[in-house]
Structures are given as structure tokens and as C-alpha cells.
């Protein structure tokens, strides 16, 4: 295990493996990792319903009457500093200082969630993306949940076209376009092990810069 300054944030393609890279690099630093665990901290800290943001979990914002009908007022939640706007912004805002909150406390991983973009003005962030082959994804799907191949890959499309319209409408970049991150690493070629490997790799090559 060796020390790390830097927060790390991993965008990833469904299926890619992301969530257990991030996981590994995480380990491999002796940080956290937050995945889900980001929807707690937010439900915590705004004091809407956890499962508000369950419901809402990068995908696209949902129409303006439901935003409307499942405002937090109508269901008895405080919406603190965010009263005014629809849930869709509420939800997002408070995820979005979680994230901050949590990077301000030290080094981690967060996975997911525009949390490259909720960090955009921290200096020891490093921003990586993931992305794998179609066939490969459709693989590791196949394995993990027991489905057929076709129910696998109308999964991933639908995963990524949620996370990819969640991102682009509430960031000002283009999800998985290599300019917006550090590092972008395909998983389909290097495998997970050495995924996180080339991570890692140059995680310490950025601390070194710092």
C-alpha cells in the first residue's frame, strides 16, 4: 500500500468493470471508495429521502410535472438550501456538495455521479474514464447476472445512454470524450488487473507533479 494526496474519479461505461477498478485502486492507496454510498451521504447532509436519489441515480431528469408531484415539500422531507426547484436539481445539488464535502476530508475514489465535474476546481483531482469493447461488456453482464447475451447488451445501451444523458445535461462536457479527463482506459484490452495497474501507475506519476 502506498500514500496518495489525489481523489480519483472514475467515469465508466456500463460493464466496463469500473466499479471494481475503482474498488481495486482504492484498496491498492488504502482510501475509500464511494459508489452508492454517495447517495447516503447526500440523502444525510440535505435531508431528502435516500430513496429520491436511488430513483434519480444518474439517469436523465425526469418531465417538469413529476418533478412537481414528487417535489420533497409534498413528501415531508426538508429540502434545506435547495427549496424552489424541481426534485431532479434538489437531488443533484445535494449529491453534488456530498461529493464536495467528501473530497474536502482527504483522498478517495468516488465512481460515477459527475463527480469529476463537482470537483472541477480541485487541484489533486484526477479524472478517469473507463470503456470497454461492446462483446467483452456483454460478456462480463452474461456472467454476472445469468442473462442472454441480447438482454445483456440492451442493458448496457440503456445504462449508457441514461448515464451519458445524466451527464451531459447537468455538466458542460461531453461524457467519456478523452478530452475531458486525465487518463481514459480501456478495459477490454488491459483487462481489470492491469486497468488498475495503468491507473495506479499514473496516479503516482501526477502526485509526483503535485
Not at 76 to 99: C, D, R, T, W
Request: glycine fraction near 8%; aromatic fraction near 10%.
Amino acid at each position: 500500500m502506498q500514500n496518495t494526496n489525489t481523489v480519483i474519479t472514475i467515469g465508466r461505461e456500463f460493464g466496463s468493470g469500473g466499479r471494481q477498478i475503482g474498488q481495486e485502486v482504492a484498496r491498492y492507496f488504502g482510501i475509500k471508495c464511494y459508489d452508492k454510498e454517495l447517495l447516503e451521504h447526500a440523502s444525510n447532509d440535505s435531508g431528502i429521502c435516500r430513496e429520491l436519489f436511488e430513483n434519480h441515480d444518474e439517469k436523465p431528469t425526469n418531465s417538469f410535472l413529476f418533478s412537481l408531484v414528487m417535489d420533497s415539500h409534498s413528501l415531508g422531507y426538508s429540502s434545506g438550501a435547495f427549496g424552489g426547484m424541481p426534485i431532479n436539481h434538489k437531488v443533484f445539488l445535494a449529491q453534488f456538495e456530498a461529493i464536495k464535502k467528501l473530497a474536502a476530508e482527504g483522498p478517495c475514489v468516488m465512481v460515477g455521479r459527475c463527480s469529476d465535474y463537482a470537483l472541477v476546481d480541485n487541484k489533486n483531482c484526477f479524472n478517469v474514464f473507463v470503456h470497454a469493447d461492446m462483446e467483452w461488456r456483454i460478456g462480463r453482464i452474461v456472467d454476472k447476472y445469468n442473462i442472454s447475451p441480447k438482454e445483456a447488451k440492451d442493458s448496457i445501451l440503456k445504462a449508457d445512454k441514461s448515464r451519458s444523458s445524466y451527464y451531459n445535461y447537468y455538466t458542460n462536457k461531453k461524457w467519456g470524450e478523452a478530452a475531458g479527463y486525465t487518463l481514459c482506459v480501456d478495459s477490454s484490452r488491459l483487462g481489470v488487473e492491469g486497468a488498475v495497474k495503468t491507473i495506479i501507475q499514473a496516479v503516482q506519476i501526477f502526485d509526483e507533479l503535485q
